[in-house]
């Protein structure tokens, strides 16, 4: 009975929309790890010369939010889901290559590649992909109706 509601779920849901919810809960989660545990500030004074690490951690549980209850839209709607998750990861890859530029922090260079990568490249490429893009299965010769 409970893998038939999570089949209902995902299907409800679509690829993008479970995509939308994992990546908003895990900003969420991120965010909610720097309200419990500030990292050192190394490589991210830019970012506390604004504000106080307690506010970039609810920028990112904010956007976390934005990003999960964008699952539930519709597609084409979901976008605001999609810009929502990109603000963090963006705001934090400037702050590291910055730092990594000024020569304040040298590797904030690779976290910004990072962030770049693995977060905004990721979040740009599944906003792109239709939610019905699945190719179609290719059939074996001897499957065909002969007869």
Do not use: N
Not at 82 to 99: E, F, G, K, Q, R
């Amino acid at each position: 009975m409970a893998c038939a509601a999570a089949r209902r779920f995902y299907a409800h849901l679509g690829r993008r929309g479970v995509f939308l919810l994992i990546l908003g809960t895990g900003k969420a989660a991120f965010g909610v790890g720097l309200v419990v545990q500030p990292p050192p500030p190394q490589g991210l004074q830019l970012l506390l010369h604004w504000a106080p690490m307690r506010c970039w951690a609810w920028v990112w549980i904010a956007a976390g939010i934005v990003t999960a209850g964008a699952a539930f839209l519709q597609v084409g709607r979901d976008r605001w889901g999609y810009l929502a998750a990109l603000v963090p990861p963006s705001v934090w890859a400037c702050t590291y290559l910055t730092a990594a530029l000024t020569g304040e922090f040298p590797r904030g260079a690779w976290l910004a590649i990072w962030y770049l990568t693995s977060h905004i490249g990721v979040i740009v490429w599944a906003a792109g992909v239709p939610e019905h893009s699945v190719p179609r299965r290719r059939r074996s010769p001897g499957v065909r109706g002969e007869g």
